[in-house]
């Protein structure tokens, strides 16, 4: 999967706590933050139940991304989502990331590398969202483990500005592989 490539096929950010993210002509990538202008960026967590929990964890939730693919299989449902709309900031088009190991670094744009941490792991509010949708994004395979389609998150490592059509370029890490857990 090293050299495996993709591409960017929106990006969004919010700067206040909303669900959805409006689509963007760039974001800007800030090493070790996230999202310039982004509500959930910063070096410790963002994300409200992560705060109550222990404001000073550190954000591995910095960048999220989502696989459009993912809207193809929720449309077979009768669901229609669109970029942005399940709150992630880069939407991606070809890369498997929810096969992807922990620590894999995705280089995104001409300078852009975020490394992934894990995996997304939804709440409640996609319900809100769109009623019955939260069951198409989390289920259960043959073995009755819970998997989470609603995409992954990241870190960022190197920044730099990131536009739709970018080309994503995968690293995988070296040594055993580690799956993606919940972050």
């Excluded at 009768?78 to 190991?101: K, M, R, S, W, Y």
């Excluded at 920044?159 to 994503?168: A, H, L, S, Y």
């Amino acid at each position: 999967m090293s050299g495996t490539s993709g591409r960017v096929a929106a990006v969004s950010s919010n700067g206040e706590y909303t669900f959805t993210k409006p689509n963007r002509d760039s974001i800007t990538l800030l090493p070790g933050l996230g999202v310039e202008g982004d509500v959930h960026a910063g070096v410790t967590v963002k994300h409200r139940s992560r705060v109550a929990q222990d404001p000073t964890q550190p954000n591995l939730r910095q960048v999220h991304l989502i696989h459009e693919e993912l809207f193809g299989e929720v449309a077979e449902k009768g669901f229609e989502v669109t970029a942005g709309q399940l709150g992630e900031n880069v939407t991606t088009a070809g890369i498997d990331l929810l096969g992807l190991p922990t620590g894999a670094l995705l280089h995104i744009g001409a300078e852009a590398v975020v490394e992934v941490t894990g995996l997304r792991n939804p709440c409640l509010q996609i319900d809100a969202f769109q009623d019955g949708l939260l069951k198409q994004v989390v289920g259960r395979d043959e073995d009755g483990a819970i998997v989470r389609k609603a995409g992954v998150m990241s870190v960022v490592r190197s920044g730099g500005e990131i536009r739709p059509g970018d080309t994503i370029t995968v690293e995988l890490p070296e040594g055993p592989h580690r799956p993606l857990e919940k972050v």
